[in-house]
């Protein structure tokens, strides 16, 4: 069994695990032997953040964690993002229900930082990025579109590595392996809250097959999950009731909490020796989902610009059709397709070559229902497709590594050295008119587009892309038996806005053969997408004085209007990465490492306030004020990591602790955008997410049973109202959530696995300022706030 490493808990929880290290220590030799005999086999070989071909998690220069199959199934959620936020202490991911695209393709950071600062690779090519422009306009990859049951293991690089794998590598490197083991296996999972909402099911399905060298794997996942619903009834809504009890009011009049949700995905991977040492490879991920949430409730009372009656529409009135009121239904329809194949091979004993090309490919269709286009009056549809948006990558990858062996050293010295093209498309298609007319009702106030959220227009609609090559050389040189040194350069050309070039400088000294000082410093960056660069997000109206339509939002950059009122060209947000830290393992079951990071971060990308344009401007479509991208603050992020495990035997049973702790914190520097200069959103970026966060585990493991304990820790944290003025601040206090599972060998090849997590239903404090609203618990927080979650699973294999 391999020794896993997984995160501390806190230093007070490693200075107990290590006293009862040193106590077991004073055991008989021969019980040391035993324990290391179970505990001292070989450690997988680590391939993300080194290209060297023999690298264990030990003799890495850089941390990285490694996470197996079996700490994968150890989480009952499906979604790959919760399955990290409970492996990885800086991991964050939050579930915002009732957030636009973002409840579908929810924002995960890594160190605190943008959630498209962290580089995905799948089998160790980069995995393309979702559609969706998210929190102030990041575009990340959606994890949730890789399926759990397909993967071997996950390897979590904590460190920056722009230098070895290009853009977006200034937080680490996420690389996902897919499982190749040969076998069969069915899953069937239920889950449900204890509240009795969100039910899940879930059925899993893997195939492996192996004849001679040639390995395939095909897999498929269906899950349909259930709403979930933490709400409590408007007052506004409760007024209406009592104001007409003619009325049926719904109670409540609109849903807080988890969406409902159903997917499917599908792929395979694949290897086949073509003869010597040449292997062909590939893979393919596809996947689809459909959802669909609640929005704000639209009060007929008070709801003016969609209530209101006028010689416009004689004899029409919304109440006709929502007479106790409306909560728009937001759905997204997502398809995603990743697929990838290439050749290894060898020209000598010292020279291996891979080459690949790969395609990815997001795309969202959003729709709207239980709606109205209010200015269109009884010619409004009360469902409306809103449009598309599609992300498209392309990459062509070729890569080499040479064992340089010289007569002054015992080990040669790796040299890797490779190319890159990659090619990024965006493309934005126009939804249904009506979802963005602005009709005649709209010169007596009614509301414009489909309520709740307007639809991508012509106007908006298009197609951009960019380019980019790059270069690479990186070298790992074995100084000595004990110290190893290691260097990495990359250039990258790109169309829209140029070049850049970043280096890596490693190292790693093995003070004994159990403990090891590391350390690196490198620069990074993430470059401005083609999303990022070209899009434009509007709504529209009618002044009800000029009876013209005008048109505000975010504009592109390239905006000759934009230009005006101070848009500068998108450059790449720059780091650079500084980490030391101690890595150990001993015979004994105990291993881990503690590392200290410094991330400074300058150019970030952010949204500009918004600007009224003012008279004599040209602005040709009459818009009325404008905001754009901009890269223009600062900000410093500091952190440790504190990553240990011991394992140790009970007779001829395992138990197992894992402990893990990260402390980080980011400031703002400095800069000139709303967040370097605006009080009340400095508080929101610098304390929105939990400064702490620590899991700690226990495993034991017998020939039929398994059990496990788990404490999840997340340190306090500042929640805003978000309004658009005057903010309302609310700091919620640390909160720590147990959860128990345990699994059952019914035969020895089937099992029985079934959990509770969240055991004691804690819930945070509710947030006071979103009462008006119906939400009791902040829909910002890093953690699900829907209470115990109870699940069962049977496995069988064959």
Not at 627 to 632: G, S
Not at 729 to 753: E, N, V
Request: hydrophobic share 35%; aromatic share 10%.
């Amino acid at each position: 069994m391999n020794i896993k490493r997984s995160q501390i808990a806190s230093a007070a929880a490693f200075c107990a695990c290590n006293a009862l290290i040193n106590a077991h220590a004073q055991n008989t030799s021969a019980q040391a032997a035993q324990i290391a005999s179970a505990t001292d086999t070989p450690q997988a070989v680590v391939v993300t953040g080194t290209r060297v071909s023999n690298r264990t998690q030990f003799d890495t220069l850089a941390p990285v964690d490694v996470f197996s199959r079996e700490d994968i199934a150890s989480v009952e959620s499906s979604d790959l993002n919760d399955v990290l936020a409970q492996l990885v202490p800086s991991y964050v991911v939050q579930r915002l229900p009732m957030a636009d695209g973002q409840v579908f393709v929810r924002p995960a950071t890594l160190r605190g930082l943008s959630p498209d600062q962290t580089l995905v690779l799948v089998n160790g090519r980069r995995f393309h990025r979702s559609a969706l422009l998210g929190s102030r306009g990041a575009q990340a990859a959606d994890l949730a579109q890789i399926p759990t049951s397909a993967i071997k293991r996950i390897e979590v690089l904590r460190d920056g590595a722009s230098a070895q794998y290009g853009s977006d590598a200034i937080a680490g490197v996420i690389n996902i392996i897919l499982d190749d083991t040969p076998g069969t296996e069915i899953t069937a999972q239920h889950s449900q809250y204890g509240e009795g909402d969100g039910k899940s099911n879930e059925v899993r399905f893997k195939h492996g097959f192996a004849f001679g060298d040639n390995r395939v794997l095909v897999f498929a996942e269906a899950m349909q999950s259930d709403p979930t619903s933490r709400t409590r009834q408007r007052a506004d809504a409760i007024a209406l009731q009592a104001a007409h009890p003619e009325l049926k009011v719904p109670n409540p009049v609109q849903r807080w909490g988890q969406p409902d949700l159903k997917s499917q995905r599908i792929g395979y991977n694949s290897s086949f020796n073509l003869g010597g040492e040449t292997v062909l490879y590939s893979y393919g991920l596809l996947a689809h989902s459909d959802g669909t949430s609640d929005f704000n409730w639209r009060n007929p009372d008070t709801s003016t610009t969609v209530y209101k009656t006028s010689t416009v529409f004689p004899g029409w009135d919304v109440r006709s059709i929502y007479p106790t009121g409306f909560s728009p239904q937001y759905s997204n329809e997502q398809n995603d397709v990743h697929l990838l194949a290439g050749l290894r091979g060898r020209f000598s004993d010292e020279l291996a070559w891979d080459v690949s090309a790969s395609y990815g490919r997001n795309a969202i269709d959003y729709s709207m229902s239980n709606s109205i286009n209010a200015s269109m009056g009884p010619l409004s549809p009360t469902a409306f497709y809103l449009g598309r948006l599609t992300q498209e990558e392309k990459l062509l990858n070729a890569n080499f590594n040479y064992e340089w062996r010289m007569a002054a050293l015992a080990q040669p010295v790796n040299l890797a050295f490779g190319a890159e093209f990659r090619n990024e498309t965006y493309k934005v298609r126009a939804g249904d008119v009506a979802s963005y007319t602005v009709g005649p009702g709209a010169a007596i106030g009614l509301d414009a587009n489909s309520n709740g959220a307007p639809g991508f227009s012509d106007r908006q609609a298009g197609k951009w892309g960019q380019d980019s090559y790059a270069a690479y050389l990186d070298i790992e040189a074995p100084v000595s038996k004990s110290f190893t040194l290691g260097a990495a350069l990359r250039y990258e050309n790109f169309s829209e806005f140029g070049n850049t070039t970043n280096g890596k400088l490693s190292a790693r000294y093995a003070v004994t053969p159990d403990f090891a000082i590391r350390g690196s410093y490198s620069t990074g960056f993430r470059a401005p997408t083609p999303g990022q660069l070209n899009t434009n997000s509007t709504t529209q109206g009618l002044d009800t004085k000029t009876l013209l339509v005008f048109t505000s939002g975010r504009l592109s950059n390239t905006d000759p209007l934009a230009i005006a009122l101070g848009a500068k060209p998108l450059k790449p947000e720059e780091s650079k990465n500084l980490s030391l830290g101690v890595t150990w393992k001993t015979a004994l079951g105990l291993s881990g490492s503690v590392d200290f990071y410094d991330i400074k971060l300058s150019d970030r990308f952010s949204t500009s306030a918004s600007f009224a344009v003012p008279a004599g401007v040209a602005n040709p479509l009459r818009y009325t004020s404008i905001n754009y991208f901009t890269n223009d603050f600062d900000t410093t992020t500091r952190g440790i990591d504190v990553v240990g495990n011991y394992l140790t035997l009970i007779g001829r049973d395992k138990l197992n602790f894992t402990l893990a702790y990260n402390y980080n914190r980011t400031t703002v520097d400095g800069g000139r955008s709303s967040i370097a200069t605006n009080s009340s959103q400095r508080t929101i970026f610098e304390e929105r997410l939990p400064r702490q966060k620590a899991t700690l585990s226990t495993t034991y493991d017998t020939n039929s049973w398994s059990a496990l304990a788990r404490v999840r820790y997340y340190g306090a944290w500042t929640d805003s109202t978000g309004n658009a003025t005057g903010d309302i601040f609310q700091r919620f206090g640390a909160m720590h959530f147990f959860d128990l599972a345990g699994s059952y060998k019914i035969t020895p090849k089937q099992s029985l696995r079934f959990g509770i997590d969240n055991v004691f239903n804690k819930y945070p404090d509710e947030a006071v300022f979103q009462a008006s609203r119906g939400l009791i618990y902040s829909r910002n927080a890093p953690y699900d706030t829907d209470g115990r979650n109870l699940y069962i699973d049977y496995t069988v294999k064959f």
